[in-house]
């Protein structure tokens, strides 16, 4: 018997892909993580400050604030934009020329930039020249989401689910295209009412791309920043400041980049731990 | 319990019929008795998913009726016809237990909890689930989910007709026959009329005491498997049913005479007309053929070992013959001749059997 001697050689073919995810990850990170521990000054002067930025960050009340907005924000989102999205998925038609009719116009808010889409929002809903915004007036609701909060509150999420609710139809439509025939078919010889095939065929098999739906819906929701920022970048006073949005106001309005850092960290972290636990629990019945 | 009949019935998939090859399903008068166990056989795109989904319910006829007993159910849906079927791939509730899947249909019919648990009770023992009532339907193998599709329209009482379409499609090989004659064990207790689709003639010949062939959208022929086998009606059934199928040898019929190159072959009942213009086969199958002093004289090809016989190809100019020879039976080498079972000749005018 010989015994060969591997070729080492190979491991520089992962070096692409190494480097790539250097700079696109790892470096990016490993810089946060060394900002989050210094004091800055000017003239590029740092000075270790060790886990203080994390404890102020935790302690902060304006922290806690964006938090609070943040979570308010993504719940609100999830419980309109998932029933939402499986209900149009569901009287979507399955066969025949409008299916692609409906796919095109389901897709079309996801093609617009996110800023483009935060642009047309503020000017749709002005109160004395946008459509949306001087119809309500017209009809004589008061509304001016550049003044009130709540109003601020209504348009970013009628926003964000005429973005995005297109999302979570397309993936719950995936999944109910992948049924087969003979599912409906047993079920109307079994005398199913249509309730009892939604919550015992179509849910079932939608599972796995309603998981991913969440996950992408929250992920996505809990980072926002593009779009609040451009309809009400962040107001009025703080009313829509979100997490990114207060986060960007620290490390760039401020230039504070210790705590931003800090800030940085302890947000991934969070989303880190909320996908992580959506994961779990949403997929809990596959593993007995 | 029913007998099922369909009347005058045509299928069509187009909106307007036009051609003849635009009916799925061609005009068609059929009836299948109260109790019996049939199968309908035929080879992939032939109509017979059609038919079965028309006697369910789920397709409605493009003309014709669909009558279970005395009572037309051709407008009725099929949980108003009392039906059940299994499919092809078998269909669980994934997330419901054996036994709430067996309680499915109960359940959705509004009958009472108590009742219904013996009745699953019941239909669990009798498929052999009894053991695994309380799992959940999904992690069970194939065979176990198809007897579950089954199990969820037996638990139904009266049940007027109980369909399965190429139920074992998805079947590991060595469970089939299990399974198979699991089939054949229920309907004998049971005795609820059966009617299985397949394209697979083990499974229809073994499974049922009636056959339809199916080709092209129309019965070819309807009768035993013995029926079928010793006098197929057209060169289709020959040739679909056995292994290997009819042999097929272009004849001529002059003077009551039918002709194979020349040579004289008797045929089971000589029709007594002259056939004019048709295109003429001599058909016998290659376990009527058998090596003779004299006869055709052709050429041995190929001998293949087919167990407790060889299937011996041999040739008479461009026309292949084939025959079985038993085990222990002497085989010439190179050439020989060859004579035919009279009583299972059939003369065919046309592919249809002439007589």
Same mark, same amino acid.
């Given at each position: 018997?010989?015994?060969?001697?591997?070729?080492?050689?190979?491991?520089?073919?992962?070096?692409?892909?190494?480097?790539?995810?250097?700079?696109?990850?790892?470096?990016?990170?490993?810089?946060?993580?060394?900002?989050?521990?210094?004091?800055?000054?000017?003239?590029?002067?740092?000075?270790?400050?060790?886990?203080?930025?994390?404890?102020?960050?935790?302690?902060?009340?304006?922290?806690?604030?964006?938090?609070?907005?943040?979570?308010?924000?993504?719940?609100?989102?999830?419980?309109?934009?998932?029933?939402?999205?499986?209900?149009?998925?569901?009287?979507?038609?399955?066969?025949?020329?409008?299916?692609?009719?409906?796919?095109?116009?389901?897709?079309?808010?996801?093609?617009?930039?996110?800023?483009?889409?935060?642009?047309?929002?503020?000017?749709?809903?002005?109160?004395?020249?946008?459509?949306?915004?001087?119809?309500?007036?017209?009809?004589?609701?008061?509304?001016?989401?550049?003044?009130?909060?709540?109003?601020?509150?209504?348009?970013?999420?009628?926003?964000?689910?005429?973005?995005?609710?297109?999302?979570?139809?397309?993936?719950?439509?995936?999944?109910?295209?992948?049924?087969?025939?003979?599912?409906?078919?047993?079920?109307?010889?079994?005398?199913?009412?249509?309730?009892?095939?939604?919550?015992?065929?179509?849910?079932?098999?939608?599972?796995?791309?309603?998981?991913?739906?969440?996950?992408?819906?929250?992920?996505?929701?809990?980072?926002?920043?593009?779009?609040?920022?451009?309809?009400?970048?962040?107001?009025?006073?703080?009313?829509?400041?979100?997490?990114?949005?207060?986060?960007?106001?620290?490390?760039?309005?401020?230039?504070?980049?210790?705590?931003?850092?800090?800030?940085?960290?302890?947000?991934?972290?969070?989303?880190?731990?909320?996908?992580?636990?959506?994961?779990?629990?949403?997929?809990?019945?596959?593993?007995? | 319990?029913?007998?099922?009949?369909?009347?005058?019935?045509?299928?069509?998939?187009?909106?307007?019929?036009?051609?003849?090859?635009?009916?799925?399903?061609?005009?068609?008068?059929?009836?299948?008795?109260?109790?019996?166990?049939?199968?309908?056989?035929?080879?992939?795109?032939?109509?017979?998913?059609?038919?079965?989904?028309?006697?369910?319910? *789920?397709?409605?006829?493009?003309?014709?009726? @669909?009558?279970? /007993?005395?009572?037309? &159910?051709? %407008?009725?849906? $099929?949980?108003?016809?009392?039906?059940?079927?299994?499919?092809?791939?078998?269909?669980?509730?994934?997330?419901?237990?054996?036994?709430?899947?067996?309680?499915?249909?109960?359940?959705?019919?509004?009958?009472?909890?108590?009742?219904?648990?013996?009745?699953?009770?019941?239909?669990?023992?009798?498929?052999?689930?009894?053991?695994?009532?309380?799992?959940?339907?999904?992690?069970?193998?194939?065979?176990?989910?198809?007897?579950?599709?089954?199990?969820?329209?037996?638990?139904?009482?009266?049940?007027?007709?109980?369909?399965?379409?190429?139920?074992?499609?998805?079947?590991?090989?060595?469970?089939?026959?299990?399974?198979?004659?699991?089939?054949?064990?229920?309907?004998?207790?049971?005795?609820?009329?059966?009617?299985?689709?397949?394209?697979?003639?083990?499974?229809? *010949?073994?499974?049922?005491?009636?056959?339809? @062939?199916?080709? /092209?959208?129309?019965? &070819?022929? %309807?009768?035993? $498997?013995?029926?079928?086998?010793?006098?197929?009606?057209?060169?289709?059934?020959?040739?679909?049913?056995?292994?290997?199928?009819?042999?097929?040898?272009?004849?001529?019929?002059?003077?009551?005479?039918?002709?194979?190159?020349?040579?004289?072959?008797?045929?089971?009942?000589?029709?007594?007309?002259?056939?004019?213009?048709?295109?003429?086969?001599?058909?016998?199958?290659?376990?009527?053929?058998?090596?003779?002093?004299?006869?055709?004289?052709?050429?041995?090809?190929?001998?293949?070992?087919?167990?407790?016989?060889?299937?011996?190809?041999?040739?008479?100019?461009?026309?292949?013959?084939?025959?079985?020879?038993?085990?222990?039976?002497?085989?010439?080498?190179?050439?020989?001749?060859?004579?035919?079972?009279?009583?299972?000749?059939?003369?065919?005018?046309?592919?249809?059997?002439?007589?």
């Amino acid at each position: 018997m010989t015994t060969k001697t591997p070729n080492q050689m190979a491991w520089w073919l992962v070096l692409p892909v190494v480097l790539l995810v250097a700079f696109n990850a790892v470096i990016p990170l490993m810089t946060v993580v060394n900002y989050s521990v210094q004091e800055t000054f000017g003239d590029n002067q740092f000075f270790f400050e060790g886990v203080k930025w994390f404890q102020e960050t935790i302690e902060s009340e304006r922290f806690h604030d964006a938090l609070r907005r943040q979570l308010f924000f993504t719940g609100i989102i999830l419980v309109i934009e998932i029933p939402l999205g499986v209900a149009i998925a569901l009287a979507m038609p399955r066969r025949g020329p409008w299916v692609s009719v409906c796919l095109v116009l389901m897709a079309m808010p996801l093609l617009i930039p996110w800023n483009v889409v935060g642009a047309m929002w503020n000017i749709l809903a002005l109160p004395d020249i946008g459509l949306l915004g001087h119809s309500l007036n017209a009809m004589g609701v008061n509304y001016n989401f550049t003044r009130q909060p709540v109003a601020a509150w209504a348009t970013l999420i009628a926003m964000d689910v005429w973005h995005w609710t297109s999302l979570v139809v397309l993936l719950a439509y995936a999944g109910l295209s992948a049924i087969p025939d003979a599912y409906y078919q047993a079920a109307k010889i079994d005398g199913a009412s249509n309730w009892a095939v939604f919550r015992y065929i179509q849910l079932p098999k939608m599972k796995r791309v309603l998981t991913i739906a969440v996950l992408l819906r929250f992920m996505d929701s809990f980072m926002i920043y593009t779009e609040p920022f451009v309809l009400t970048g962040g107001g009025p006073g703080n009313s829509t400041t979100l997490l990114s949005i207060d986060l960007v106001k620290i490390a760039l309005g401020r230039f504070d980049l210790g705590p931003a850092g800090a800030m940085s960290l302890i947000y991934f972290l969070i989303v880190l731990l909320l996908s992580w636990i959506f994961y779990t629990v949403m997929t809990k019945d596959e593993a007995d | 319990m029913a007998r099922i009949s369909l009347k005058d019935l045509r299928h069509s998939y187009r909106e307007q019929p036009v051609t003849d090859s635009d009916w799925a399903v061609k005009r068609l008068d059929l009836e299948w008795t109260d109790g019996s166990a049939n199968a309908l056989l035929g080879p992939s795109g032939c109509g017979k998913t059609t038919l079965l989904n028309i006697i369910s319910g *789920l397709l409605k006829p493009t003309e014709g009726s @669909v009558w279970f /007993d005395d009572r037309d &159910v051709t %407008a009725h849906p $099929p949980d108003a016809r009392n039906i059940a079927q299994v499919f092809q791939f078998p269909v669980v509730y994934d997330t419901m237990s054996v036994y709430d899947n067996l309680a499915f249909p109960l359940r959705n019919r509004g009958v009472s909890e108590q009742e219904l648990d013996s009745r699953v009770r019941e239909i669990a023992a009798l498929l052999d689930l009894d053991a695994m009532l309380e799992q959940r339907a999904a992690g069970l193998t194939a065979d176990g989910k198809q007897k579950i599709s089954l199990g969820r329209g037996l638990v139904r009482l009266d049940v007027a007709v109980i369909m399965f379409d190429e139920p074992l499609t998805v079947i590991d090989p060595h469970l089939k026959w299990r399974l198979r004659s699991k089939l054949k064990e229920l309907h004998q207790r049971l005795r609820t009329t059966m009617i299985y689709v397949t394209h697979d003639q083990t499974e229809a *010949l073994t499974f049922a005491d009636q056959v339809m @062939v199916m080709n /092209d959208g129309m019965i &070819v022929q %309807a009768g035993t $498997p013995v029926e079928l086998f010793e006098r197929p009606r057209h060169t289709f059934v020959g040739h679909f049913i056995g292994s290997p199928g009819m042999n097929l040898l272009p004849a001529t019929f002059e003077d009551g005479v039918a002709r194979f190159a020349g040579f004289a072959v008797e045929v089971a009942a000589p029709p007594k007309t002259p056939l004019t213009d048709a295109r003429l086969e001599i058909g016998v199958r290659p376990e009527f053929v058998r090596f003779g002093a004299d006869g055709i004289p052709v050429r041995v090809l190929k001998v293949r070992d087919g167990g407790r016989y060889r299937v011996v190809e041999t040739a008479h100019g461009a026309t292949t013959i084939k025959l079985l020879v038993g085990e222990g039976d002497a085989l010439p080498s190179e050439s020989g001749h060859l004579k035919f079972d009279r009583a299972h000749t059939q003369l065919y005018a046309d592919g249809w059997i002439a007589s």
